[in-house]
């Protein structure tokens, strides 16, 4: 039985991979990448597949030569999603885990939040928001698809004293932005925008 689309195309997972180094930060192990004498600190979350997919740690190096101090956590601590083993389905899985990005949204200790295609969102959390968020989806999503985007869009449009972007990118799938095949030229291409939007959502809104 195949997987829900969020599992489609899982990285090759190495540890080796990227500019930056691994160590223990607040209790977890965690990739580091830029200078620590940065004065602004992006937190990278990880999507099911966990911190050590290469292509998430080269974004994370791309935001760090934009200037920032980019950590990338272990939140899974040690237990990404593995789609073969069948005794702990996606459903399972996520109940031991959930979402990181959209909850730390909703404290004002954050300056700002980008969504890469959003996953176990809910229109309830959006709501719940206090600083300024962009998200970035995909127009082939089932995790997230446009309509519930558009609704999110709309959440926020309704509160004027939040910040809100939201980018429906056309003809790429859930995933695209941290799982794009490097032979996929469009793909690419996309990706590279969408981590362009979320590097001016940085610049704009971290002081």
Request: aromatic share 8%; charged share 20%; hydrophobic share 40%.
């Amino acid at each position: 039985m195949s997987g829900p689309q969020c599992c489609e195309n899982p990285p090759i997972l190495s540890s080796s991979s990227g500019a930056g180094h691994e160590e223990e930060l607040g209790g977890l192990q965690s990739y580091i990448s830029g200078s620590p004498d940065s004065s602004l600190a992006v937190l990278l979350v990880s999507d099911i597949y966990g911190y050590e997919a290469p292509t998430l740690r080269k974004l994370a190096d791309k935001v760090a030569a934009a200037g920032f101090y980019v950590v990338v956590p272990d939140f899974l601590r040690g237990d990404p999603y593995v789609p073969e083993n069948a005794e702990r389905p996606l459903p399972v899985w996520i109940k031991e885990h959930g979402t990181v990005v959209v909850e730390l949204a909703k404290y004002a200790s954050v300056q700002a939040a980008v969504l890469l295609h959003p996953s176990f969102v809910t229109l309830d959390d959006i709501h719940g928001v206090k600083v300024p968020i962009s998200i970035l989806g995909a127009q082939n999503d089932k995790m997230s698809p446009p309509e519930l985007l558009k609704q999110f869009e709309a959440t926020l449009n309704a509160k004027p004293e939040i910040e809100g972007f939201v980018k429906i990118f056309p003809g790429v799938s859930h995933g695209w932005t941290v799982r794009y095949k490097v032979e996929d030229k469009a793909a690419v291409k996309s990706a590279e925008e969408a981590h362009k939007d979320m590097l001016n959502w940085f610049v704009n809104y971290l002081k």
